[in-house]
């Protein structure tokens, strides 16, 4: 049997749509279309149902999937192994939110880079979850980092760590907010201002609903979109916003925020560390992804 026309298989079964693993081939979509034609016809079974969307496997597809894949991986290990070049640097292309990418993840992958024979180079872009996880299905990221966890078989994730998140002001809002911020009901958090990154509140809706069972009252009044800026508006007094804690500690330390509010089970948020189906097999891709989760256990 042909392992190019397995190859494209188990990409399509992993993609679950013809197009998609055409783009993870570098082939066209008809091509990917006849190679697996030829193998059904080889196999004398159906192997994908067509649909409105994708694809769907059939039983033996699965069935197939499941032999081949493991065997597909390890050869695909065998050659980036052996094709290695200590003399030059293989590339690992990073996805993932601005702010985590850039305070937790590019620093401890920056340890992995230089010219030891192990080492890579980095190349590193910025989105928010649907954006990070398209461009990784896509082929155009080999690792991402994002707070939703896909679904179907194409991409595996990996839980990296949780976020804990803070309702933050600065000193002098603090003051104006009164004892009373520190219940449940927070009343006097009703006509305070809101920094956000986004119209629709996402950060101090999430932080509301699963603190104080309600919908925040005030409308967002600067919006900007990246939570550091956000903590810069909230410590020149614009007013509340919600944070990630790792994102505020200096300034909670130094006291140009201050909490507003200590629940005793905080709002979580969990980012997943993801990667294509079958990649880990790669080198410089599992070095990462294992660096970043031994990392993550100090972060949290």
């Known amino acids: ?41 080889q196999l004398g079974r159906p192997l994908f149902l067509r649909q409105a969307r994708g694809v769907t496997p059939t039983t033996i597809g699965d069935e197939l999937a499941h032999k081949a894949a493991p065997h597909l991986d390890a050869l695909v290990e065998i050659t980036e192994t052996g094709l290695d070049d200590e003399s030059s640097l293989r590339t690992l292309h990073l996805a993932g939110p601005p702010e985590f ?26 989105g928010n979850a649907e954006e990070t996880l398209e461009g990784l299905a896509a082929g155009h990221h080999d690792l991402a980092i994002s707070t939703a966890r896909p679904r179907g078989a194409l991409l595996t994730a990996t839980p990296l760590c949780d976020e804990e998140h803070v309702l933050v002001a600065s000193p002098a809002r603090a003051e104006q ?77 130094h006291g140009d925020v201050v909490a507003l509010h200590e629940p005793a089970v905080p709002p979580l948020r969990t980012y997943f560390l993801v990667v294509r189906t079958g990649t880990l097999a790669m080198p410089h891709i599992a070095r990462a992804h294992e660096w970043l989760l031994q990392a993550a256990s100090d972060w949290c």
Not at 222 to 243: E, F, K, S, T, Y
């Open 1 to 41: 049997m042909d392992l190019a026309l397995l190859r494209t298989f188990v990409t399509v079964h992993r993609a679950g749509s013809f197009t998609r693993a055409a783009a993870l081939l570098g082939l066209s979509q008809p091509a990917v279309t006849s190679q697996i034609r030829t193998l059904e016809r």
């Open 101 to 126: 990418t850039a305070e937790r993840a590019l620093p401890a992958l920056t340890e992995l880079t230089g010219e030891d024979g192990q080492g890579f180079a980095l190349r590193a872009s910025f």
């Open 177 to 253: 907010t009164g004892p009373g911020s520190r219940g449940k009901a927070v009343p006097a958090l009703e006509d305070v201002p809101v920094i956000e990154v986004h119209e629709s509140l996402p950060f101090v809706s999430r932080y509301w609903a699963s603190v104080f069972d309600s919908r925040p009252a005030s409308p967002g009044t600067v919006i900007v979109p990246d939570l550091r800026a956000v903590l810069a508006c909230a410590v020149a007094g614009a007013g509340l916003a919600v944070l990630p804690r790792y994102l505020c500690t200096a300034a909670l330390k």
